[in-house]
T-cell receptor, first 112, second 112 residues
Framework: KAGVTQTPRYLIKTRGQQVTLSCSPI?????VSWYQQTPGQGLQFLFE???????NKGNFPGRFSGRQFSNSRSEMNVSTLELGDSALYLC???????????FGDGTRLSIL | KQEVTQIPAALSVPEGENLVLNCSFT??????LQWFRQDPGKGLTSLLL?????REQTSGRLNASLDKSSGRSTLYIAASQPGDSATYLC???????????FGSGTRLSIRP
């Protein structure tokens, strides 16, 4: 069974640009969550999607948005990029509340 | 407020020792608790998931326990090896539709 796949693995952008990250969950998993990880702030929850609906949301500005498609694949978009958005963005999926959450290897985003 | 705490933030032990990592949570009405390890620059790898009805789970040299009444979970690693060096995170789920709450992790270093 394939794991959680995130693309691209690395991305370099400049301030003011926007970016879209992609996540393909494990087959059959309907819950997809996104996290931002930085050395200073640790792992921070962005949002969770379940069956194409945002189910939970973290404390991030509106520049951070996401969506989920009918095949459970998810995208995360960040607009008007700032230097502080440089981070490892992790996606995770799970098959149900009683199932473990599985993570992808992340997308390393660098803002110049 | 539901919080998950991991102390200490870092731990260094010689190879071969048995060790215990701690995780505390503020709300005893936990749904399940999951332990992860993270290697530098990588995503999180699921180690063990304990349901609220369980007291412990074992996988190889790893044993995780859950004590809801005291708000504690421990991860026991037997006969530690240098390859066990990583950051270990615990995460609590409080209901089937809620977000998963992560601790800040314990960075473990096993000295050869």
């Amino acid at each position: 069974k394939a794991g959680v796949t995130q693309t691209p693995r690395y991305l370099i952008k400049t301030r003011g640009q926007q970016v879209t990250l992609s996540c393909s969950p494990i087959s059959g998993h309907r819950s997809v969550s996104w996290y931002q990880q930085t050395p200073g702030q640790g792992l921070q929850f962005l949002f969770e999607y379940f069956s194409e609906t945002q189910r939970n949301k973290g404390n991030f500005p509106g520049r951070f948005s996401g969506r989920q498609f009918s095949n459970s694949r998810s995208e995360m978009n960040v607009s008007t990029l700032e230097l502080g958005d440089s981070a490892l963005y992790l996606c995770a999926s799970r098959g149900g509340a009683n199932q473990p959450q599985h993570f992808g290897d992340g997308t390393r985003l660098s803002i110049l | 407020k539901q919080e998950v705490t991991q102390i200490p933030a870092a731990l260094s032990v010689p190879e071969g020792e048995n060790l215990v990592l701690n995780c505390s949570f503020t709300d005893s009405a936990i749904y399940n608790l999951q332990w992860f390890r993270q290697d530098p620059g990588k995503g999180l790898t699921s180690l063990l998931l304990i349901q609220s009805s369980q007291r412990e789970q074992t996988s190889g040299r790893l044993n995780a326990s859950l004590d809801k009444s005291s708000g504690r979970s421990t991860l026991y690693i037997a006969a530690s090896q240098p390859g066990d060096s990583a950051t270990y995170l615990c995460a609590a789920l409080y209901s089937s539709a809620s977000k998963i709450i992560f601790g800040s992790g314990t960075r473990l270093s096993i000295r050869p």
